[in-house]
């Protein structure tokens, strides 16, 4: 079988570098062995004589901000559409179906669509996602009524489940764990600032203009992101190294999850999504419970938005000092000790310093959890194991609120906020005796064809 194309340089890549003395045998057979153990490697590997290509620092602030116009569209639509239904009459229920399509079909599609990136690359997906924000946020502009609704919720959602993923992979491409992390540090702090710029926007824009001509503002960012994918400078790669289709066990996506240290990756991550949305549902509740405004509940939750850009600001001189596992496991404490304190606090002052050392904990392990599950996956199926993060992830937004509300009516807030801090203690333990530590780098040029390089 002919070998596949490997990617073409230009403006915004740059290759690895290929060093005058290749690595020794023994670290390249070591390589080939740590990759053979894990069991689900082997499955669709791409040809190792095709180096990836690594983005520039420019190309990587371009592709972030690329993706902060369409997440500023996807926060301040999801906010647009919620308030837009219940002015028109649709019930509680109705509103309830809209929101959950934002995450419902990302969920059922993300490992689909990152088999299809991990083929064809991260160009046409990207810009498939942001063509789908568009016309998701327009439809509803042009008719007002609930089927259009949920098509912009259904196509918005799965839009920028495209852009994440193949920004994802763009970024995590052709460069060591060190990089990888910083890249999706970089991802993730402009991710805090949409997240707060996309609802602001949509709440002045409904106050001033209305609902319909809010979604009309909301629609220029994602025409922006169009346009810049279009005539940016940091061209795409052409071509990419394909996987080989193969149909062994281990290349079906729960596979993977042979992979002990993939289990473990991602139930760390499903742990600390659910510290995530378990605080922004049941805070809510809890201040109306200790008969709060809403202002002041606003101002709890506020403090938490702010501790996550704070600490995203602040991740890259962390991450020099802390290795991946050691800031999740860190972080999984923390949130822990967090939870188990919160059923003790009454005072406004003392909720907001839990809810601002909470977004501390769990503001800085998305870009660590990014960069353990992409360093960890199969061979030329990254894009396919961050889908699979992202299923599981989305689950946890529909199931949370399901399934602690159902249980919180029963028993009392007091025992759920202290199950949710048992359930991070469990996660928090040591790292098991897998883990590929001392082989990383190893492994890494392994998996990218090339040689080890020193990073700053």
Known sequence: MASPPCARPSSGLTHATTHSHAVPSAAANTAANGVANTGVANAGVADPAAPDAALSL????????ITILNHVALTGARVTISLAALSWGMSTLAVGVLVSLFAVLPMLLSIRAGQWVDYIGAGKPMRVGTCLIILGVAMPVAWPAWPALAFASSAI????????????????????????????????LGNSISGFAGPLIAGFAIDGMGHRAALAVLIVSPILALVSLIYQPHKLPQSVARPTRVTTASAKPHGMLRDPLVRRILLSNLLLAAAWDFHMFMVPILGIRLGFSATTIGLILGCFGVAIFVIRLVLPLIQRRMKPWDLVRASTWLAAAVYLLFPFATSIPWLMALSFVLGLAVG???????????????SGRASEALGLRMAALQGSQV??????????AAIGLTPLFCAMGLCLVAGAIPKPPGERDAQDDVNEAGKTGSDLKKLP
Request: charged share 5%; proline share 8%; net charge positive.
């Open 58 to 65: 420019p190309a990587v602030l371009t592709f972030s901000g």
């Open 157 to 188: 959602g799965i839009g920028f489940m495209l852009q994440q993923l193949s920004t994802q992979t763009l970024l995590g491409k052709g460069v060591g764990p060190a990089q990888r992390t910083a890249n999706f540090a970089w991802l993730a």
């Open 364 to 378: 800085s392990c998305q870009p660590s959890m990014l960069a353990l599950m992409y360093q960890y996956a199969p």
């Open 399 to 408: 199931g949370i609120p399901l399934s602690f509300g159902a249980v919180g």
